[in-house]
């Protein structure tokens, strides 16, 4: 398997410019996870799905941002309109949850985002 | 407020001592603590895991202590190689959280 998959790797734009990621989950598997990642804050969840449905949303920011699952292979996290603040590394993550436990999250390489 | 957290940002270790990153937690809920590893440019990586229904977990040169008494989880890697330096983040699960809770994570530099 190709793992989780994230595009772009590297996106820089200007601040007021509607930023787009994409994630492709390991196929199989019935969650998805977006994450983003700063020095002030660590690795914090933004959003998760499960079976295509958001399940916990409250670490989205602010309405600026949105996720959506329109099926099982594909995901993205738009941020429209982007801010300076938002400039942070992005990591979309899959995982298989059969029962409460959450099984093992795996992690796509993650989107650079730099907006200026 | 931080439910898992990793109090030291950084560690230095001689090549083939022992490392021990260790990370504190403060929901009692908690029941499944994980230990991913990341390395620059990359997503976390799995690295090993502990249920609460015990203390040690054993993989190779990595062990996972819990000490649920004390709201304390330790990884220890024994011997330490230099490929073991990256970012290693501590994160836990369990009660009505239905995600991860990860902290900021520790880098370990192991030195030649």
């Known amino acids: 398997d190709a793992g989780v998959i994230q595009s772009p790797r590297h996106e820089v734009t200007e601040m007021g410019q509607e930023v787009t990621l994409r994630c492709k989950p390991i196929s199989g598997h019935n969650s998805l996870f977006w994450y983003r990642q700063t020095m002030m804050r660590g690795l914090e969840l933004l959003i998760y799905f499960n079976n295509n449905v958001p399940i916990d949303d409250s670490g989205m920011p602010e309405d600026r941002f949105s996720a959506k699952m329109p099926n099982a292979s594909f995901s993205t996290l738009k941020i429209q309109p982007s801010e300076p603040r938002d400039s942070a590394v992005y990591f979309c993550?899959?995982?298989?949850?059969?029962?409460?436990?959450?099984?093992?999250?795996?992690f796509g390489p993650g989107t650079r985002l730099l907006v200026l | 407020d931080q439910q898992v957290k990793q109090n030291s940002p950084s560690l230095s270790v001689q090549e083939g001592r022992i490392s021990i990153l260790n990370c504190d937690y403060t929901?009692?809920?908690?029941?499944?603590f994980l230990w991913y590893k990341k390395y620059p440019a990359e997503g976390p990586t799995f690295l090993i895991s502990?249920?609460?229904?015990?203390d040690k977990n054993e993989d190779g040169r990595f062990t996972v202590f819990l000490n649920k008494s004390a709201k304390h989880l330790s990884l220890h890697i024994v011997p330490s190689q230099p490929g073991d330096s990256a970012v290693y983040f501590c994160?836990?699960?369990?009660?009505?959280?239905?995600?991860?809770?990860f902290g900021k994570g520790t880098k370990l530099s192991v030195k030649p």
């Open positions: 993550a899959s995982s298989y949850i059969a029962s409460v436990y959450q099984e093992t999250q795996y």
């Open positions: 994160a836990a699960v369990g009660g009505s959280q239905g995600n991860l809770i």
């Open positions: 502990i249920s609460s229904i015990k």
């Open positions: 929901n009692s809920m908690f029941d499944y």
